[in-house]
């Protein structure tokens, strides 16, 4: 009797458990993604996986060669060829040539790409395996569950900033909670200032104009670390740039591609191209080089088009003519601090700039090895993402702080208690004369 009992129970825990978990695929599927669990790929998603080489060599042009693993930091990590760009290639084309259903090995597979770039950099051919990544992401998120709660906060925070950094800020004031432990699964290094960066069109006019750009302030500058935006804007100002800020800029779109969400990154893309695309300035300048990488060398496979004058703020302001290197050299001798640099994989394998030459007018010095900081694998892949960051912080110990170019792996290296600073604020102070004094409204 009691075992007959005992067996009725776990039948009804197991038909709760199923019944349950309908639910939850249905409810959260439907509510949340809007789109309820299947068993097939959806046939748009799988359109433009297989479309990702229509403008350039496709999947089956891959010569197996493996150039693209030598420098790939998950495959350096693991030594597992289903962790490299060559590796996970394979895995996607048998997934367009209508492999078996994905399963949680693919999943973590596709996902645990750091989406640095550095692959597309060493391809022969010319196939760049990130834009079949993105495209297979998206194929794939809907077998994703477990990625499920961060598509929803992601997507719902990017389509009102505002608020979203306005909940947060409220919420890490909170002592306990599931809330409370949400945020604090954000990395330790991301705060929220009271104040942000842009505020509708503005116009900041020099003296004496030699030129006109316009901001792109990208999500981590104007939300997160304002105090860059201001101090870009102040170093334009004072190298005679009048500076426009126009309104209605949006994210660029990069985050909600690395989580497979292409309808929502092409529908910000388009925003940020129709502003962006036709303002009539010399460059479109942005203080985080992943945005500039977004915006000019990936929104041609997105949507077509570019915001094709975008450049790199180190690197604009580093060219020659715009500042006076002379200062430099006379501050460089009363610096205090040992200063180590990290390479933001978008600067230097995405957009080609490469900062070295500067380092030792603003006394950084090199690191002993360079690296991804893995912050790209932060909202995919957490181990990855840690993992990646641990082999950082032992490349930089001994550093008083780290510089780099990209708020991005600044928010990572903190997260790993390192103190860090953009390049701005070192060639800020490098330069007496950058800081135009110039305080935004707003
Ligand atoms: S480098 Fe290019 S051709 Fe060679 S394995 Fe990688 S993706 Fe294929
Ligand atoms: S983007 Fe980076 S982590 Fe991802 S496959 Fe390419 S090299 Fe590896």
New binding site residues.
Partial sequence: MKKNNNENLSERARALASSAKDLGEGLLGKLLEGNPMGKAVEPGAMERLLGAGANGPGLE?????????ARCPAYEMTGNEAFS??GR?MLLKGLAGGGPPPTDGLLGRIFSCALCGR?DA????G?K?TEFIYRGRDALRKFDSKRLLTRTVLRASLNRPATGVSAARFLTGLKHGLLKRLVSRLPRGISFPRRQLKNGHQVITPRKAVGRVAVFAGCSANYLMPETGEDLIGMLVAAGYEVVMPGGEVCCGMPLRGLGLEDEARRFAMKNLEIFGKLNVEAVISPCSTCVYMIKKRYPELVGGSVENAMDATEFLLSPGRLDLGPAIKKKEKADLRLIWHEPCHLKYGLGFNAEPFLGLLNIEKPKEEGCCGFGAFLTDKDTSRELLSKRLSAYEGADMVVTACPGCRIQLESGGIKTAHILEVIEEAFPGTDSGTELAG
């Fill in positions: 042009d891959c010569a197996r060669c493996g150039s693209c693993k760009p060559r290639l692959c060493s391809c022969p051919v196939i395996p």
